[in-house]
């Protein structure tokens, strides 16, 4: 944005100026990869190039929110598998749970943003985490249960 701003037909220096100043270069560099990653369906490789995005510049801003989706949409990614496995389940279920925490721990830094926008959109993504991770924490329960695997097996309960 702040080099289409000094670029010779638009000429806007001084919010180009203002741009750069608020946007340290690596660290937005390194969010627009992540969102292009993201956008192929890159996930893993988005929430890396996001996290280093994060280190750089801790601004409390909107990448922390982008954060929190990504990390969401992993799940959803991860929720979708359903591995015939027991040792692959659990394994499945460990990263679900720790993308969760991470999730929460983030939206909770987003929070405290002193921008409006940050806040509302945080809080409304914690209201999501803590309603789909008790689901998975009920559907994780259910799927262990010896019940639930005789069910499955078809095998009368």
């Given at each position: 944005m702040g080099k289409i701003?000094?670029?010779?037909?638009i000429a806007?220096?001084?919010?180009?100026?203002?741009y750069f100043e608020k946007a340290p270069l690596l660290s937005y560099s390194l969010f627009f990869l992540a969102?292009?990653?993201a956008r192929r369906n890159e996930l893993y490789a988005a929430l890396d190039e996001m996290r280093k995005s994060l280190a750089l510049d801790q601004t409390l801003d909107h990448r922390f929110v982008r954060h929190v989706e990504l990390l969401l949409e992993c799940?959803?990614?991860?929720?979708?598998?359903?591995?015939?496995?027991?040792?692959?389940?659990?394994?499945?279920?460990?990263?679900?749970?720790?993308?969760?925490?991470?999730?929460?721990a983030t939206a909770a830094l987003a929070?405290?943003?002193?921008?409006?926008?940050?806040?509302?959109?945080?809080?409304a993504l914690d209201?999501?985490?803590?309603?789909?991770?008790?689901?998975?924490?009920?559907?994780?329960?259910?799927?262990?249960?010896?019940?639930?695997?005789?069910?499955?097996?078809g095998k009368p309960g």
């Open positions: 701003k000094i670029s010779d037909g806007q220096y001084d919010q180009a100026k203002a969102d292009i990653l799940v959803d990614q991860q929720r979708a598998v359903r591995p015939t496995d027991r040792v692959l389940e659990l394994n499945r279920n460990r990263q679900i749970r720790a993308l969760f925490k991470e999730a929460k929070m405290e943003s002193p921008k409006n926008g940050v806040k509302k959109r945080a809080a209201a999501r985490i803590s309603s789909d991770s008790a689901l998975f924490e009920k559907e994780a329960r259910e799927s262990s249960t010896p019940q639930a695997e005789e069910k499955s097996e």
